[in-house]
């Protein structure tokens, strides 16, 4: 079956512009996370989502950073107002039921995103 | 709080040679522990996980990784580098079960010549 999509695969905006990073995870998983990845350096959890309720959004970096899964499946990850250190690898990941493969987390592509 | 640390920040191995990548954890109890492979472009892929039982655990490409709860390590080892396996590696922990979020180390980039 088909893998986590997202899109775009890269994004470029200008500072101070608002982006939204969209995952498709793969069908039936219910964890879904949301992970930044700066350049040369390992993932960074953001936000995580259990069906559709947001059980830990302790990594978003501030405030200006969104995210929602409004229907337990596609998930929106929104940063308003860009800045230059939010260019990253935002990578989405799913994850099955816990009883079928406890932390079998599967990885997108991720999305580039580029602030000038 | 969980922490990784993976002290190799760039390999070069010969085309064939062995290869060991260090990982040590930070973390109160046993904690489950993978390797992501990530090529340039792509998403992560699992190499492996160990969760609990032999401590010596096989993966896919050839890989396996050692736990050592002595050293808080869980080196990941290929006796035999193929130019393919030219990536960057993750060694990545999860506290208790479920499904939470991963705590990566800042990784590994594996070059390999000829």
């Known amino acids: 079956g088909a893998g986590v999509s997202q899109s775009p695969r890269y994004k470029v905006a200008k500072r101070g512009q608002d982006v939204a990073l969209r995952c498709d995870p793969i069908s039936g998983h219910v964890s879904l996370f949301w992970y930044q990845q700066a350049l040369g350096q390992g993932p960074e959890f953001l936000t995580y989502f259990q069906n559709e309720a947001q059980l830990d959004k302790s990594g978003l970096p501030s405030d200006r950073f969104f995210a929602e899964r409004p229907e337990g499946s596609v998930s929106t990850l929104k940063i308003q107002r860009t800045q230059q250190e939010d260019s990253a690898v935002y990578l989405c990941?799913?994850?099955?039921?816990?009883?079928?493969?406890?932390?079998?987390?599967?990885f997108g592509p991720g999305t580039r995103l580029t602030v000038t | 709080a969980q922490s990784v640390t993976q002290p190799d920040i760039h390999i070069t191995v010969s085309e064939g040679a062995s290869l060991e990548l260090r990982c040590n954890y930070s973390?109160?109890?046993?904690?489950?522990l993978f390797w992501y492979v990530q090529s340039p472009g792509q998403g992560l892929q699992l190499l492996l996980k160990?969760?609990?039982?032999?401590?010596l655990v096989q993966g896919i490409k050839g890989f396996e990784a050692e736990f050592k709860r002595s050293q808080s390590s869980f080196n990941l080892r290929k006796p035999s580098v193929h130019w393919s396996d030219a990536a960057e590696y993750f060694c990545?922990?999860?506290?208790?079960?479920?499904?939470?979020?991963?705590?990566f180390g800042k990784g590994t980039r594996l070059s390999v010549i000829a």
């Open positions: 973390y109160g109890a046993t904690p489950y």
């Open positions: 160990y969760f609990s039982g032999d401590t």
């Open positions: 990545a922990v999860a506290p208790g079960s479920g499904n939470t979020p991963l705590v």
């Open positions: 990941a799913s994850s099955p039921p816990p009883r079928l493969a406890v932390h079998e987390q599967y």
